[in-house]
T-cell receptor
Framework: NAGVTQTPKFQVLKTGQSMTLQCAQDMNHEYMSWYRQDPGMGLRLIHYSVGAGITDQGEVPNGYNVSRSTTEDFPLRLLSAAPSQTSVYFC???????????????FGDGTRLSIL | AQSVTQLDSHVSVSEGTPVLLRCNYSSSYSPSLFWYVQHPNKGLQLLLKYTSAATLVKGINGFEAEFKKSETSFHLTKPSAHMSDAAEYFCVVRLPPSSGSARQLTFGSGTQLTVLP
């Protein structure tokens, strides 16, 4: 089925480890983004991309890197995991904001990450 | 700058009674507004959206919301709650392309809806 696919669904890391959260979409969406969800704080934007080769920082970018080598994939890298990065991470995609104005984003099912 | 305030972090209703989830926003532009629902261990699903057309917006599963510019509100309602409506609901603001804003969406902090039998 078409949509946004995130892997893994669950992950436990030790402090200082690095890892990559994968996100792929098959809808040919230009815009992709990563959010983290923490209790009582809604979703906060980490990084986003408006197209292949273009990325930018969101609200809470520290400790995370992204790249966008293809339209389909938008991986999120944790460089050196910290307990404060324990969260649920959501990837989302949509058509270009400029072109479609009020189009909503499509979300993956999330990656639940625990840092010990 | 824009912001979204969901006035209640938790709402509890009995099955069959009306649901009201409140959302206020602030924005220098005419935004698009969305309500998303998140069931446990799932991603977010779009319930409905307002994009400067009709101010009363109907969504899926019997939900609707009314955009009131004078009150800067976008409250979500449903006439009769079902057990399956128990979930977390997010109000979301999206700036128009003319804003030039780098960020696409601003999320409220969420309202947890409990439906009692």
């Amino acid at each position: 089925n078409a949509g946004v696919t995130q892997t893994p669904k669950f992950q436990v890391l030790k402090t200082g480890q690095s890892m990559t959260l994968q996100c792929a979409q098959d809808m040919n969406h230009e815009y992709m983004s990563w959010y983290r969800q923490d209790p009582g704080m809604g979703l906060r934007l980490i990084h986003y991309s408006v197209g292949a080769g273009i990325t930018d920082q969101g609200e809470v970018p520290n400790g995370y890197n992204v790249s966008r080598s293809t339209t389909e994939d938008f991986p999120l890298r944790l460089l050196s995991a910290a307990p404060s990065q324990t969260s649920v991470y959501f990837c989302a995609s949509s058509y270009s904001r400029v072109r479609t104005g009020g189009q909503p984003q499509h979300f993956g099912d999330g990656t639940r990450l625990s840092i010990l | 700058a824009q912001s979204v305030t969901q006035l209640d972090s938790h709402v509890s209703v009995s099955e069959g009674t009306p649901v009201l989830l409140r959302c206020n926003y602030s924005s220098s532009y005419s935004p698009s507004l969305f309500w998303y629902v998140q069931h446990p261990n799932k991603g977010l699903q779009l319930l409905l959206k307002y994009t400067s057309a009709a101010t009363l917006v109907k969504g899926i599963n019997g939900f609707e919301a009314e955009f009131k510019k004078s009150e800067t509100s976008f409250h979500l309602t449903k006439p009769s709650a079902h057990m399956s409506d128990a979930a977390e609901y997010f109000c979301v603001v999206r700036l128009p392309p003319s804003s030039g804003s780098a960020r696409q969406l601003t999320f409220g902090s969420g309202t947890q809806l409990t439906v009692l039998p």
